[in-house]
């Protein structure tokens, strides 16, 4: 009855085998990193090309909101939590 309700609502699972998830997984790490090498080369070019601020910002957004989605399939049980708990959960205390 449950499958037949989210079926008539438009909302079918899509399964997924773990290896698919993985390398999926990987991809966006990778994606991740490489955005990060991008913006570690454009940082120290700011101050004599201030018209690279944009851009930077641009990818740094990207790359923030990425981490964010990525972070929300990783671990979906925190985007239910209060904010300051959901971080003071998953980080030690320095």
């Known amino acids: ?5 989210l079926r008539s609502r438009g ?3 899509t ?6 998830f993985d390398a999926i997984l990987v991809s966006e790490l990778e994606t991740l990193r490489e955005g990060e090498k991008r913006l570690r ?4 070019r700011l101050r004599k090309k201030p018209q690279l601020r944009e ?7 990207e790359l923030q909101e990425r981490a964010r989605r990525l972070e ?3 671990s979906p049980c925190e985007m239910f939590l209060p ?3 959901a971080k003071s ?3 030690p205390a320095a």
């Open 15 to 20: 399964a997924i085998r773990q290896d698919d």
């Open 89 to 91: 959960t998953t980080r």
């Open 55 to 61: 851009a930077f910002l641009c990818e740094l957004f």
């Open 41 to 44: 080369h454009i940082y120290p």
């Open 83 to 85: 904010a300051g708990l």
């Open 1 to 5: 009855m449950a499958d037949e309700l």
């Open 11 to 13: 909302m079918t699972s």
């Open 72 to 74: 929300a399939v990783v």
